[in-house]
């Protein structure tokens, strides 16, 4: 909403100018309330400033969401985006993306924060995109936890779970496993 709004500033600029009701418009009370003032252009700057902030959680809604393709590997690397993200806002100097990012980092702490609360299927997910592997979750587990035995735990798990699952697979099919060891 905010991204059209945006476009059509000059639009809002030229209805400020060629239409004798619109600071009126604003002056008028509803409910013994005066309405908030036209837009200006530091309304017009911190517009743009959220608009670039949210898109990354856009991208990610749509990514999450997505039913014509596969994503299971992609909720573990738009996470780390997000971290990426709000730790630039909380970090910055800019005052209203510091207020949001604090905010939303808690939240984002909240559900998402407990390295050893992960849905272990997101992991494996990830280890089994060629591009990312067993690399990523390294690189990954210490954006979440600062915990380095916690980290070095939760990579083991899952290599545990990798182990497990091939094991099963060579259970039921011992001329395919012996067939994956043969071809690497």
Do not use: H
């Not at 905010?2 to 418009?25: G, H, M, P, V, W």
């Not at 210490?142 to 380095?148: A, H, I, N, V």
């Amino acid at each position: 909403m905010l991204e059209i709004t945006i476009k059509y500033r000059k639009a809002f600029l030229r209805l400020e100018d060629e239409n004798s009701q619109f600071e009126s418009y604003f002056n008028e009370r509803v409910g013994g309330k005066k309405r908030a003032g036209p837009p200006i252009g530091l309304d017009w700057e911190k517009a743009a400033r959220l608009v670039k902030f949210l898109k990354i959680f856009y991208d990610a809604t749509l990514k999450f969401s997505g039913t014509q393709v596969v994503t299971a590997n992609q909720p573990l690397l738009w996470m780390c985006t997000i971290i990426g993200e709000l730790d630039k806002c909380i970090q910055g100097d800019d005052s209203l993306l510091l207020s949001i990012g604090n905010s939303m980092k808690k939240k984002f702490d909240k559900y998402w924060g407990r390295l050893e609360e992960l849905n272990k299927i997101l992991l494996i997910a990830v280890v089994l995109d060629p591009r990312y592997k067993l690399l990523y979750l390294e690189y990954f587990f210490p954006k979440l936890q600062q915990d380095e035995s916690l980290v070095a735990s939760m990579v083991n798990e899952v290599k545990s779970m990798f182990l497990q699952l091939f094991l099963e697979y060579a259970e039921n099919d011992p001329e395919a496993a012996q067939a994956s060891f043969s071809t690497t």
